[in-house]
């Protein structure tokens, strides 16, 4: 069973974000399948790439949305958005190095980061862009 289910709860009602926010979701849940079975670092190098991938797709979409619309809260949001690329290449740092415990470590950070980014801060742009027409 999954670790984390997507419901209503994680959606900010704009498809395009919803669909990423969901892939996130999908590479928690293979990450901590991997962890029950043992194989957790073995899959934390594909995991640090994916999340850089998906930082670059992710946070280019809704900064698109931010400039195009006047979104008053772009720059406290690009921030946190910058954060998480800062927190994502400390993990690839501690990797090469080898440190023990990182794959709880990131495992943690990106459960925090869903449950305080996505149902906090990306909550408040959803209303915001749907009165702008994008759903």
Do not use: C, R
Request: hydrophobic residues 40%; glycine residues 6%.
């Amino acid at each position: 069973m999954a670790l984390i289910q997507w419901d209503d709860s994680f959606s900010v009602n704009v498809a395009e974000i919803d669909k990423q926010h969901q892939m996130l979701v999908t590479m928690i849940n293979n990450l901590n399948d991997a962890m029950k079975q043992g194989k957790g670092k073995d899959m934390l190098a594909s995991i640090i790439s994916g999340l850089f991938n998906y930082a670059k797709e992710h946070f280019a979409t809704e900064e698109k949305y931010f400039d195009k619309f006047g979104y008053s809260a772009a720059a406290t949001h690009k921030l946190e958005h910058k954060n998480f690329v800062t927190k994502i290449s400390e993990f690839k740092e501690s990797f090469e190095k080898g440190q023990i415990a990182l794959t709880i470590d990131v495992m943690n950070f990106l459960k925090d980061w869903l449950q305080n980014h996505i149902k906090v801060s990306d909550k408040k742009y959803g209303p915001f862009f749907n009165e702008k027409g994008l759903k």
